[in-house]
């Protein structure tokens, strides 16, 4: 199994996996981009939209939502999202391409399968969720104000991880936001800090964890070398271990 974020951040975020193997699964995790945007970054990556087996919406923000509908119509694609999130964005299930996700609920592609959970995030029913193709695991956390102890026990055994390192605590409390939305980023329901990232990680670290991509970095909260040493000195890894996921450009293709 392999994968790639195709682009994180606060202005959109999707990240490709794909199974190995003669008859190879694709699944785009949120599609938080226009769709001309989102197709010249699925070309770059190597994978054309037909190729595309599954999307999967984590929550409703326009960051992840993006061009869902306009993809998922125009290539027949089907879309699993929570209810909520389906709800929440109006979602016209037209093509009958809809597919509801819940926390818990397995979702079985032919290559590849989804497990979902519940975080905790401003949203309507926000999920995130792990991918195995049977042999490996990767977490994506992106999006959430705390860990509560299911998440944690959802990420046990990973092999990769996208984890959320959105604000440094301190750039935040200095930043030019204004104090509800310093209050809004920074509380239960927003997103992780660097020091919470860190601890998670550190929690789920296990001998066999391979790469750790850290993704959904603010631009005005945060610098990528404050992250890797935040999670460098978690893991007992080199700073240069910690792979940032951009804005730009994602992260390079990684096997797990
Ligand atoms: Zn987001
Ligand atoms: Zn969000």
């Known amino acids: 199994m392999r994968f ?19 008859d190879t699964c694709n699944v785009l995790i949120d599609c938080g981009f226009g769709l001309r945007q989102l197709l010249q970054r699925l070309e ?41 999130t389906a709800a929440a ?3 016209v299930n037209a093509s009958g391409l809809l597919r509801t996700a819940s926390n818990g609920d397995v979702i ?18 926000p ?18 104000g705390h860990a509560t102890a299911q998440v944690l026990e959802k990420l046990q ?23 509800f939305l310093k209050r809004r980023v920074g509380g239960h329901y927003g997103h992780l800090a660097n020091s919470q990232a860190a601890d998670i990680a550190g929690a789920v670290l296990h001998s066999r964890l ?4 850290a993704a959904h970095l603010s631009q005005q909260n945060n610098l990528p070398e404050l992250v890797q040493k935040c999670l ?25």
């Open 210 to 213: 391979k790469h750790v991509v």
């Open 89 to 91: 964005i109006g979602y």
């Open 108 to 125: 079985a592609l032919n290559g590849l399968q989804l497990c979902p959970f519940t975080v905790p995030h401003d949203a309507r029913e």
């Open 44 to 84: 770059k990556s190597g994978v054309l939209p037909d190729q595309l087996d599954a999307i999967f919406i984590t929550h409703e923000h326009g960051d992840h939502t993006g061009c869902v509908q306009a993809l998922s119509n125009q290539y027949n694609i089907p879309v699993w999202m929570s209810a909520g």
């Open 157 to 179: 055994g990973c092999h990769a991880l996208i984890l959320e390192c959105n604000h440094d605590t301190d750039l935040l409390a200095a930043s030019v936001y204004p104090p």
């Open 232 to 256: 460098a000195q978690a893991l007992s890894c080199s700073a240069n271990d910690i792979i940032i996921a951009s804005q730009k450009d994602g992260c390079p293709w990684l096997s797990v």
């Open 127 to 144: 999920l995130q969720l792990t991918c195995t193709d049977g042999a490996a695991k990767l977490g994506v956390l992106t999006d959430l």
């Open 4 to 22: 790639k974020s195709l682009g994180s951040g606060s202005s959109g975020n999707a990240t490709l996996v794909q199974s190995s193997g003669s």
